[in-house]
């Protein structure tokens, strides 16, 4: 393998050559065809955004006021930023195969640490993605009792934060580890479950929207935007976390039959359907009910009470929590395996890489697992899909600048795809993501720049020094 002659450098870039080499070194199992990796990403975008943030960033909370069917136009913004980025995934997924999707295209086109960065940005954003939806499940899990003539008590369904009188969200943390459980059966076993309950989940969307246009009122939809623009913009950087899930199938490249083919199609495929489906179902749902009535936990759940439909309320809260769960496992899957690739390079120790006999890294599977219960257990909803958001969208930020540095610095590297529009479509990626960054709430920034520290001092103190890219590494004499 190639390596840096400066053991010093933290900039010291790995080489584009050396991909092949380590995906068959790797010790993941290629299992994954073109429209598994497309169920993976449907599955990680399509969830959380329809069935909860859709109604909280509608009716708003305590810090925001609520956007009404504006909710629309917020889901249209965090998708032009997601597009654009999506586009320069595509290009990178499609010369780079391989497991850790954003940590490696930064690794291999601005430097180990921008790499670095990025990688200990999507650990805590992934963990923290999972949190979210399974805070979005256990609300749903509760109408869905309710509508059983069944109530689990305040204290174990919500957070204190919330003032409700709760102590720990129980069912969340439950989803988590049931979730867990699932992707370490392994990546195969992962496959044909998610093709199936997106399947399910699809289905499903199609069929409340169907229904639900029969009983749209348009009265609801005025005024359209009761708050303004600023709560709309707040809005998209909320809801930014329903489009995305696409980067976190990028990171099972890895383990897909012809990555460089299928990837990219992988992940333009299921953004476009995503984005359409989102687009009907906010419709409907601000047109089923009045912005001011729609339940921030069970949008859709509310909405078919609303009109005399509890049955089919009822039904809803039931398979809301089975297609949500395939978003938890996307990104569940995401965090394990940019975790193993950065164990693998040396950044983080080797003890995270081990892989059981069907190729499944069990170890970083159980810890971020265990991780993403304790956040759902003590965090209300919106704290955590802001603080998913903002390194989510710091990843795209830097995959965009990747894709314009390696156009120009490797132009001769083979494409599978190229982004249209070069340079113009990144830097559409770049702006909008940067605008919604600075429409979070201040404490989010304050509580992702005391997670980077934390990682700049483990990269000082371990990474650099142990990267296989360093030449006096251990591990690099034994890569």
């Not at 600075?438 to 990269?459: C, K, N």
């Amino acid at each position: 393998m190639a390596k840096t002659a400066n053991p010093f450098s933290v900039l010291r870039r790995k080489p584009i050559e050396d991909m092949d080499e380590e995906v068959a070194e790797g010790g993941l199992f290629r299992s994954l065809g073109l429209w598994q990796l497309t169920a993976i990403g449907v599955g990680g975008i399509i969830g959380v955004g329809i069935f909860s943030l859709a109604g909280l960033v509608a009716h708003g909370d305590d810090s925001t006021p609520g956007v009404g069917p504006a909710v629309l136009i917020s889901f249209l913004i965090a998708g032009l930023a997601s597009a654009a980025a999506a586009l320069s995934y595509a290009e990178f997924a499609g010369m780079i195969p391989k497991a850790g999707s954003a940590y490696t295209y930064g690794y291999v086109a601005l430097g180990e640490l921008i790499g670095w960065f990025i990688g200990w940005d999507l650990l805590l954003e992934y963990v923290a993605i999972v949190a979210v939806v399974a805070i979005g499940i256990s609300g749903y899990l509760n109408f869905f009792l309710a509508g059983l003539g069944m109530q689990l008590p305040v204290e174990l369904t919500s957070t204190f934060d919330e003032g409700k009188g709760g102590w720990i969200n129980l069912p969340a943390i439950l989803v988590c580890l049931l979730v867990t459980w699932i992707l370490s059966r392994g990546t195969k076993t992962f496959g044909r479950f998610e093709l199936i309950a997106v399947g399910i989940k699809v289905v499903l969307i199609l069929f409340i929207i169907g229904l639900g246009v029969f009983f749209v009122n348009t009265n609801n939809y005025n005024p359209f935007m009761p708050s303004g623009f600023g709560p709309v913009f707040t809005g998209a950087a909320t809801v930014f976390f329903a489009v995305f899930g696409y980067d976190a199938m990028s990171t099972a490249a890895e383990e897909a039959k012809d990555g460089k083919k299928h990837m990219p199609k992988a992940i333009i495929l299921s953004l476009v359907i995503a984005m359409v489906l989102y687009i009907l179902a906010t419709l409907v749902l601000t047109g089923m009910q009045n912005y001011k009535d729609i339940d921030p936990k069970a949008g859709f759940g509310s909405a078919f009470s609303n009109v005399g439909l509890p049955v089919i309320a009822t039904i809803i809260s039931a398979f809301a929590v089975l297609s949500i769960l395939t978003v938890m496992l996307t990104f569940l899957l995401g965090v394990t395996r940019v975790w193993f690739s950065m164990s693998r390079d040396g950044l983080l120790p080797k003890w995270f890489s081990k892989v059981d006999h069907g190729g499944t890294p069990q170890r970083v599977t159980w810890i971020a697992g265990i991780g993403s219960a304790l956040l759902a257990g003590v965090l209300p909803i919106r704290q955590v899909a802001d603080l998913t958001n903002i390194g989510i969208l710091a990843a795209f930020v830097v995959v965009c600048i990747s894709v314009i540095s390696f156009r120009y610095t490797r132009p001769e590297a083979p494409r599978e795809f190229r982004l249209p529009l070069m340079p113009v479509v990144p830097l559409i990626g770049v702006a909008s993501s940067l605008f919604l960054i600075s429409q979070l709430h201040w404490e989010t920034w304050l509580r992702f720049g005391i997670w980077l520290i934390i990682g700049l001092i483990i990269y000082f103190g371990y990474g650099r020094k142990n990267s296989i890219m360093n030449p006096n590494s251990p591990r690099h004499q034994l890569s």
